[in-house]
């Protein structure tokens, strides 16, 4: 799997993205893994090869732009190395759209970022056999 970060996947649509944050909304799932928050939505009949993704970092702990630039940049980074795990799972129990909020307080290394990203493509994986084994 070529690592890389295309047009393709990255998450624009207004309409999936406010489905992704609607309130009370039984489609998404969310969990929480320092430093991220997740939020995805699974969907039997999508046809996409990889999740769509969205990076956000809060203006509220950041002040300055080129900080959320910098840290989004390190979580774009921590993605396109590691995508290789979550795209290895099924299309059907594979989230279709994905969220990552960044919670942190502070600027944090990309190592701790990347051990992050992979725990939680792990915690991705291990919710989809659950859901797999529970059907």
Do not use: H
């Amino acid at each position: 799997m070529k690592q890389t970060f295309g047009k393709s996947e990255r998450l624009s649509n207004r309409r999936i993205i406010d489905r992704l944050f609607k309130r009370g909304s039984t489609d998404t799932q969310s969990f929480y893994l320092f430093p991220f928050r997740v939020v995805y939505l699974t969907d039997e009949t999508s046809d996409l090869p990889l999740p769509q993704v969205l990076f956000s970092v809060p203006k509220k702990s950041f002040k300055r732009a080129v900080d959320r630039n910098l840290i989004r940049r390190r979580c774009r980074e921590a993605y396109r190395k590691n995508k290789s795990i979550i795209a290895g799972l099924s299309p059907r129990s594979r989230p279709v759209y994905l969220a990552f909020l960044y919670l942190a307080k502070e600027k944090i290394e990309s190592g701790v970022i990347e051990n992050g990203m992979v725990r939680l493509f792990e915690k991705l994986r291990a919710n989809a056999a659950a859901e797999r084994s529970g059907q």
